[in-house]
Nanobody, 124 residues
Framework: QVLLVESGGGSVQPGGSLRLSCATSGFTDIDVMGWFRQAPGKEREFVGAITWGAGSSTYYADSVKDRFAISRDNAKNTVFLQMNTLKPEDTAVYYC?????????????????WGQGTQVTVSS
């Protein structure tokens, strides 16, 4: 059974930081892990992605570049999203996703498996 479980969400003041984790299990053909977010009334939005195999290429949305960083621990089958200098507009449910396509996709349709999401709220 394929499983992705996010954790680490919560509430933080503007300018603060959070680190999300995504623990994965049950699959062996994943090439890319991505993070997306969805705010109320809005479409799911790409945040960033990282390759899973040899090397470690990353790709970020312009809105989070230089503030967010994705990393991975292959031994623990876990991917992380470090979020710094958070802004109120970063408030959303954050999802991790897995893709078997060897491209750093930035649309939900390019991902095969999804976690249940974790809420991030940035507010003073």
């Amino acid at each position: 059974q394929v499983l992705l479980v996010e954790s680490g969400g919560g509430s933080v003041q503007p300018g603060g930081s959070l680190r999300l984790s995504c623990a994965t299990s049950g699959f062996t053909d994943i090439d890319v892990m991505g993070w997306f977010r969805q705010a109320p009334g809005k479409e799911r939005e790409f945040v960033g992605a990282i390759t899973w195999g040899a090397g470690s290429s990353t790709y970020y949305a312009d809105s989070v570049k230089d503030r967010f960083a994705i990393s991975r621990d292959n031994a623990k089958n876990t991917v992380f999203l470090q979020m710094n200098t958070l802004k109120p507009e970063d408030t959303a449910v954050y999802y991790c996703a897995a893709s078997s396509r060897r491209v750093l996709g930035d649309t939900p349709a390019e991902y095969d498996y999804w976690g249940q999401g974790t809420q991030v709220t940035v507010s003073s």
